[in-house]
């Protein structure tokens, strides 16, 4: 199995260190499966990492995109993280088969290990809030093989029907709920959402997310004000705004944020 490109340089957060034999079969005891040769031998060369490929091809329309789903990261052998966090993860989201090894989560969607049909596991999507499920792979390795760094999200027109009063009000519930509550990711995925509403909630969003004090959500929320700086999305959000947030992100202690924005400042003032 190929992993060139799969992961970077340095070791990340997700990273448990070398694992036995024994490791091994008391975290399989204890989670009553045989974990993929596929799996463990990857597991052995680095145990657990975040993903630079991160998207897996689907025809299958779910909450992350039309015709792909997001893997940020895949766990290790072991726990906190790793896949021993299974066991708390299906628990606090309801998913009641003990079959499902959790192998990546940003819940409410996780990407899962499928014992339920058979011995040797299958890979599938799985959304507990849209009670979505899709199958992506017959096993861990064609999984692996199939994930990209990136894929051009085929564009539905979402713009057709007006919102209700009660779902724009549903909406910005929503965004209050997942900028209080939500992980870097969660907060992407609604934002996501909220860019095929209207203008007005996704101005109340940006300025959200502007405010939150994870710079991996500034860093999220750069990918949308690059687009508006290259002269993309007119008529959304207003230059003199635009460049009042670019200027706050430029002074941040981030380097990735702080580079980001600089980038976007050059490219703002090519555009006026």
Partial sequence: MKVEGLWGKELDDYNQGEFDLETIETIQKELKIDLPDSYIQLMKKRNGFYLKKKYYPTDIPNSWATNSVHVDFLYGIGENPGILDTIYLRKEWGIRSKKL????????????????????????????????????????EE????????????????????????EIKDYYAKIDEVIQKGKPGEIDRVFTKILSTNNELIRYMVEKMRQHEKPKVHFYLLLFLSCCAEGENKGIIEDNYLLEVLDEFAQSKNRDVRDFSLYSLKELHKSR
């Fill in 101 to 140: 090894l959790i192998i990546s989560a940003d819940a409410p969607m996780f990407i899962c290990l499928d014992y339920r049909r058979r011995k040797h596991p299958a890979v599938v999507f799985i959304d507990v809030e849209q009670n979505q499920e899709i199958h992506l792979a017959k096993n861990f």
């Fill in 143 to 166: 999984f692996i093989k199939g994930l990209v760094d990136h894929i051009e999200e085929e564009e539905l027109n979402l713009y057709d029907s007006e919102l209700s009063e009660q």
